[in-house]
T-cell receptor
Framework: RKEVEQDPGPFNVPEGATVAFNCTYS??????FFWYRQDCRKEPKLLMS???SGNEDGRFTAQLNRASQYISLLIRDSKLSDSATYLC???????????FGPGTRLSVLP | DAGVIQSPRHEVTEMGQEVTLRCKPI?????LFWYRQTMMRGLELLIY????????DSGMPEDRFSAKMPNASFSTLKIQPSEPRDSAVYFC?????????????FGEGSRLTVL
């Protein structure tokens, strides 16, 4: 089983739609969680950290369920510019090994 | 401020040749990471350094791969001899752990093709 697994995608949604991505992780010692965004042929960039109580940044909402070892990302009112691959990232509390999921590709269509 | 700088951006080489990828991290960052990305395997951590010291190289595929960080502003990833299965995008990233954001700052990547 992979350490971090994500919905395979791709997700093709119309502008204005709400879309949710799921991620599960296998290492119960994981302590820090993130969503990164990677545009086509570009480098990954941090989208947002994920906190235990859940957090929101504009149209983006991240949730964490430690008991189920599950992370989610919700995008509301999706824009064409949201088209990218979304990577779930997990880090255990020891060391600095950031483990990236395989990513879920999103295409927002006009 | 300049971000993480990698070179070359693109490299095409023949099997058996030596390849050297270079990285300049963001000034002041204390961690440096080398990742490899392929369609099949996604982003894989190869090795990371803390204050120029290699901490975890368990992701380095085999002895053909080596990485060094002679000083805080420079790192290399070397493949010798290269093989077609090494074709991938190699990313360097740096971070400042003291900032506690956990953010990795990636370079634009070096796209390697081994024929």
């Amino acid at each position: 089983r992979k350490e971090v697994e994500q919905d395979p995608g791709p997700f093709n949604v119309p502008e204005g739609a709400t879309v949710a991505f799921n991620c599960t992780y296998s290492n119960s010692a994981s302590q820090s969680f993130f969503w990164y965004r990677q545009d086509c042929r570009k480098e990954p960039k941090l989208l947002m950290s994920v906190y235990s109580s859940g957090n929101e940044d504009g149209r983006f909402t991240a949730q964490l369920n430690r008991a189920s070892q599950y992370i989610s990302l919700l995008i509301r009112d999706s824009k064409l510019s949201d088209s990218a691959t979304y990577l779930c990232v997990v880090k255990v509390h020891y060391g600095q090994n950031f483990v990236f999921g395989p990513g879920t590709r999103l295409s927002v269509l006009p | 401020d300049a971000g993480v700088i990698q070179s070359p951006r693109h490299e095409v080489t023949e099997m058996g040749q030596e390849v050297t990828l270079r990285c300049k991290p963001i000034s002041g960052h204390d961690y440096l990471f080398w990742y490899r990305q392929t369609m099949m395997r996604g982003l894989e951590l190869l090795i990371y350094f803390n204050n120029n010291v290699p901490i975890d190289d368990s992701g380095m595929p085999e002895d053909r791969f080596s990485a060094k960080m002679p000083n805080a502003s420079f790192s290399t990833l070397k493949i010798q001899p290269s093989e077609p299965r090494d074709s991938a995008v190699y990313f360097c990233a740096s971070s400042l752990i003291r900032s506690n954001t956990g953010e990795l700052f990636f370079g634009e990547g070096s796209r390697l093709t081994v024929l």
